[in-house]
Structures are given as structure tokens and as C-alpha cells.
């Protein structure tokens, strides 16, 4: 069975079988590598994407699941100018330390931003929470998207 999927824009067949999760297509068979497997479970936020504009985790959701929607990984979320903004300020603030959940945050920041322009603290931190980072690095995070609302 072939799905079709539009990945960062671009139309894509899929000849994966279809209750392969969305991770490992992106990984595997489309070589987007920038879409972390971190617990397996939908759990940790590592492996989120956006799809049709809303945060979406793609480590055990089938593939079948997402046919006919637009996905966008981190790969394309500088294609958008908030994307573009969530990055920089992520930089600026070095919100990144071991750099794994930094895509799954990056993604979800870009969401929250592109529904909800200037958010405050609680509704940023709700968002957030999904998402996991054994490094420590949320106060950064936190900042880093303060700072992209707020340009």
C-alpha cells in the first residue's frame, strides 16, 4: 500500500508498510534525521512535528495516520518566518545543551507561537511540558521563546 504524504512542502510517496510510525518513514525512508527517537513511547516530545500546524508526536502514531496531511519536521521550519525567529532565539539564548530534544521543542515552540503570537508564561510552559530535557536547559527555552514572541 503507497501513502502519500506532504513533507515540508514537498509531495512524497511512501511504500512503507502502513502501521510503520511516522518516525521511522521520516528517518528511514525520507532521511530526515533531524526528528529524534528519544523514549519510543510519545512521552519525551523528542520526536515532535507539526502537522497541519499543530504539535504532533510521531514515535508510535502509524504513518497511515498522517495520509493526506501536511507534515513539517524540523528541517522545514525555517521556511517559516516564526520558524525562522523560534531558531534564532533558541540560539541567542543557547537553549540547546546536548542538543537531543532541542528539534522536538524547537517544533513545538513554532507551533505554540504560530497559534498563540505572544503567550504568556503559563500558557509557554504548558505547551512545553511534553517535552523533556535531562540537560536542564528550560529556563533557556523558556527565554528563547519569550525572546521570539517578542520580535
Known amino acids: ?12 510517496e511512501i511504500l512503507s508498510e502502513p502501521d510503520t510510525p511516522l518516525i521511522y518513514v521520516l528517518r528511514d525512508e525520507l532521511k530526515l534525521k533531524g526528528t ?4 519510543g513511547l510519545e512521552q519525551c516530545g523528542a520526536c ?7 504539535v504532533a508526536l510521531s514515535c508510535a502514531t502509524p504513518v497511515e495516520v498522517f495520509d493526506g496531511q501536511e507534515i513539517t519536521t524540523i ?7 516564526i520558524g525562522k525567529r523560534v531558531q534564532q532565539a533558541f540560539i541567542a539564548q543557547t537553549a540547546a545543551q546536548c542538543g537531543y530534544c532541542t528539534s522536538g521543542l524547537v517544533v513545538a515552540a513554532t507551533a505554540l507561537l504560530s497559534e498563540t503570537p505572544f503567550p504568556d508564561d503559563a500558557t509557554t510552559s504548558t505547551a512545553l511540558t511534553p517535552h523533556l530535557c535531562r540537560c536542564g536547559s528550560h529556563p533557556r527555552v523558556l527565554r528563547a521563546v519569550k525572546e521570539a514572541a517578542a520580535t
Not at 500500500?1 to 512524497?12: A, E, F, P, V
Not at 528541517?75 to 518566518?81: F, K, L, R, V
Open 1 to 12: 500500500m503507497s501513502l502519500r504524504l506532504t513533507i515540508n512542502g514537498t509531495r512524497h
Open 36 to 39: 529524534k527517537l528519544g523514549c
Open 48 to 54: 515532535a512535528v507539526m502537522i497541519d500546524g499543530k
Open 75 to 81: 528541517e522545514g521550519i525555517a521556511d517559516t518566518e
